[in-house]
């Protein structure tokens, strides 16, 4: 057992918790996710001319994590974001004509953000009851959070998968995860359907390119369209 991991357990009978909190626990879980998905874009070696607000947005992200779990007091939570700032840290150190090292520092990061969303998805669980439809649009948010972490993964090549066991039906099932969610937030919700119909929209479009590896890699165009959906989402949540 790591010496870190081991003296916060030796430590939890003597830190105050606070109570869960959906929200906040929500977007502990998509600030991480950002965090992966917009650093495999910048660092992706299978790629010409990187976008430098990936980068920038990964930073963001990042802080933003280490500000919600601050807010949360989970002590497991915030370990697990200490190490993917420190393995980021040390990413950002290397240089940038040995790509192929990349993985070296990545999977541990991969490795800790999948820790924090399973130690996240935990207190999620045991969280205050929110309404159904609140709860479906969480669950919308990670498939897709999900699906891009998978396919900037894949398009990054030679990193390990940690956040959630796959097959080759993985892409397919959260893809149809996705549309089914979709369907149903709108009969739920149809004050936003409008709304929704336009992020399903832009979903579709970038659709063909996350289920069809047969098709030219395009990470910096997944990682916009659905960053543009989930930022939709997060706006219906908002209100």
Not at 22 to 46: G, W
Not at 50 to 69: I, K, M
Not at 74 to 98: C, G, K
Not at 178 to 184: D, P, W
């Amino acid at each position: 057992m790591p010496v870190r991991l081991l003296f916060v357990l030796l430590l939890l009978p003597h830190l105050a918790f606070a109570s869960p909190n959906a929200e906040r626990l929500q977007a502990i879980r998509s600030q991480a996710f950002n965090t992966c998905s917009n650093l495999l874009v910048h660092y992706n070696p299978n790629q010409t001319d990187s976008d430098p607000r990936h980068a920038e947005r990964y930073r963001q992200t990042l802080q933003q994590l280490q500000r919600l779990v601050t807010l949360e007091k989970d002590p497991l939570l915030i370990l697990y974001a200490s190490e993917m700032r420190e393995h980021i840290e040390t990413l950002e150190r290397q240089s940038a004509n040995t790509p192929e090292l990349y993985p070296t520092w990545i999977n541990p990061l991969l490795e800790a953000q999948s820790r924090l969303d399973q130690q996240a998805s935990v207190r999620y669980a045991s969280a205050a009851p929110i309404e159904p439809r609140r709860q479906a649009l969480h669950q919308l948010t990670l498939d897709i959070e999900r699906l891009q972490l998978l396919y900037q993964t894949r398009t990054f090549g030679s990193l390990a998968v940690y956040v959630m066991a796959t097959d080759d039906s993985t892409f397919a099932q959260l893809d149809q995860q996705i549309l089914q969610n979709f369907t149903a937030l709108k009969q739920d919700w149809p004050e936003h359907a409008a709304e929704l119909n336009k992020l399903l929209r832009k979903y579709d479009f970038i659709r063909p390119r996350l289920l069809k590896h047969e098709l030219v890699w395009v990470p910096g165009s997944a990682a916009y369209y659905l960053g543009q959906v989930t930022d939709g989402l997060a706006r219906i949540n908002a209100e």
